[in-house]
DNA sequence: AGAAAAATCGAGCGATTGCTCGATTTTTCT
DNA sequence: AGAAAAATCGAGCAATCGCTCGATTTTTCT
């Protein structure tokens, strides 16, 4: 496949050689003092099994229908061997959903700061969202549906988190009124629910898989209907 | 206000008289054999406590994380009193998720009927589904954020109910490119993405209440939205 | 190989869970 | 008013919860 940006999933998974290894290694790095473990080959292993396990039962319970018992027989680990990473299950939820964002903030940061015209920042934009929730899936998919079960603290940092995405996109699309590129709509809106399609890839993924879509053909229906609404000239396609 | 198709909240709630009330009675008639309670006045004034205390808790919590004592305290109704109402937990939250989804069906097939062409007929579809959610809120974002929580038998259900609305849409979309009112885009992906922006009305009411945006306002976006992607000539307005 | 360090284990603690049921109160009859 | 029916109550049961900690196993040293 090639697209008028040149950005293709694979391509995107090949520069950032993303996957839960990295995200373990985060999640490691930041909590030392907390965790028990020394050797970090040893602790990103068994992070790896506890995340894998809690998303496994997470998505069929929810994170509070989740007992430590559940996620002890899931991951193979003991309770105690589990106690050895979090001091506590909130904890777990916590640094799950902090690193989580983090990760995911920092890449969109640095995507946002790509230049070019609106257009093509808005296309940058939107697969870049897609291509990092395909690869973490589960990681979005749980900080949304978990962020309720948050303390008032972590909870207000969730929605921060959602609205920065947000104005990323609002950024844009100001930019592209104001180089004559796009048309003047209500732009708050338009970013608002430009998110909620970026969103439904990882919320639905079971509907996705099944249709057998890819990221790809997503992306650029996404950009297409988008595009229809706020570009002056539909110009140069291919 | 005053639109192309009449249609504003306003006039859709007086049409409807809809509410909880309505809710509870359509629960009450269809478990008269589980619900202990014998007289209608009674079972309606408590199902309302128990499913604005289930509502509550729920949205902080998860259905999971809230205990029966939570709900006896937050409902003001005793554990036996509770149990009066519903045999165990589990069928608490399946009546919740069957008569909801029934009582949705239920108007969005009577609206589907409506004639008209397919323009009219979208514009009515949207406003139809994002008035409903409107008005029962917390029934349509408890069904979304629940759903993972059910039983298998009860999840596919859920599952059937999404994919009938995205018909319902799709349906609408097909009838128009026959009418050669609307373009031919990929109608599968399109009815998709519309569903997830029906959806995040519901989703982010803190979002949208913080906004002040007004459900119509969201429905006429909506719409101009689509229809700039879907319309051949984006015809008489007012 | 033997000792020290690191990692893993799981029985058991007190608290909390879903739920029951006999006692009590309120309402509706004659 | 008094009896029958309906509604409400909450202490208490067995099961499960989050979590601890001393014992045990595995790994890494010299």
Chains 1, 2 share one sequence.
């Not at 995200?23 to 970090?40: A, H, L």
């Not at 890839?201 to 898989?209: G, P």
Request: hydrophobic share 35%; with cysteine.
């Amino acid at each position: 496949m090639s697209f008028e940006d040149g950005l293709t999933f694979d391509a995107f998974q090949e520069e950032f050689r993303l996957g839960k290894e990295d995200f373990c290694r985060d999640v490691f790095q930041e909590n030392r003092e907390t965790i028990q473990i020394k050797k970090e080959k040893t602790a990103v292993k068994n992070l790896s099994r506890i995340f894998d396990a809690t998303f496994r039962i997470c998505s069929r319970k929810g994170f509070r229908g989740m007992s430590m018992r559940d996620l002890s027989q899931e991951s193979g680990l003991s309770m105690g061997g589990l106690y050895a990473y979090f001091r506590s299950k909130e904890e777990l939820l916590n640094t799950l959903q902090r690193v989580g964002n983090h990760f995911i903030h920092r890449h969109l940061e640095t995507t946002s700061r790509k230049g070019g015209d609106a257009r093509q920042r808005l296309r940058i934009m939107i697969k870049t969202h897609l291509y990092l929730s395909e690869i973490v899936q589960p990681w979005f998919y749980f900080s949304y549906m978990e962020a309720k079960s948050m303390s008032r603290k972590e909870r207000d940092f969730y929605k921060q988190a959602e609205l920065f995405t947000e104005n990323l996109i609002l950024k844009i699309l100001k930019q592209g009124v104001k180089e004559g590129q796009f048309a003047d709509q209500d732009h708050q809106l338009a970013a608002s629910v430009i998110k909620s399609m970026l969103q439904d890839w990882y919320l639905k993924r079971w509907k996705y898989s099944k249709r057998e879509i890819s990221v790809d053909r997503y992306a650029e229906f996404l950009i297409g209907f988008i595009e229809s609404f706020y570009c002056l000239s539909q110009g140069s396609e291919g």
